[in-house]
């Protein structure tokens, strides 16, 4: 895998709007051709949201985020984002939150211990807070490539129900 994005972003314009692709993803969700999967549909502040129901759903399954935004010239922009559920990318967030943190706090109180002439003991902090942002990073990309399979079944879908090839494999190695 040589894309290490951990939510991969695409964004393209068509011209459907932003209710005929609304409808297109109701109408494929019904559709069990299209829908083998059952995925589920919500819609979230003007976001369309499609995940995975409970019975197929892993903590690495991601979900697919679609935001429309009617453009100019009656075409219409989407952006779409792919990766896992927001409880799990919050809890990675909080983890390179911590280890950020941790990094800074050796530097400073290293630092200050340093310039007082004490020993340096909290710039053992550096290498730990590193340890931690490492240590997710490696496991969300770990838990990408176990959701590749499931990211493609999202990507199908999205392009069945607007009718369109929308997704380039040559932009993310997915």
Request: net charge neutral.
């Amino acid at each position: 895998m040589t894309d290490t994005t951990l939510r991969p972003r695409y964004k393209f314009s068509t011209e459907l709007s932003s209710e005929d692709i609304r409808n297109g993803m109701r109408t494929a969700l019904k559709d069990k051709s299209v829908n083998e999967y059952e995925l589920r549909y919500r819609s979230v502040h003007g976001h369309l949201i499609i995940s995975f129901p409970q019975k197929h759903k892993h903590f690495w399954s991601p979900t697919l985020d679609v935001n429309l935004e009617d453009g100019q010239n009656g075409k219409t922009t989407v952006r779409v984002l792919i990766g896992p559920e927001p409880s799990i990318w919050t809890m990675f967030m909080f983890f390179y939150t911590l280890g950020g943190l941790a990094m800074l706090a050796g530097l400073v109180l290293g630092y200050s211990q340093w310039t007082l002439g004490k020993g340096v003991l909290a710039l053992w902090l550096i290498p730990a807070g590193f340890a931690i942002v490492l240590f997710f990073y490696l496991a969300a990309l770990g838990g990408k490539s176990k959701a590749q399979h499931q990211m493609k079944i999202l990507k199908t879908f999205m392009e069945e129900a607007i009718g369109q090839p929308v997704f380039h494999e040559e932009e993310h190695d997915l």
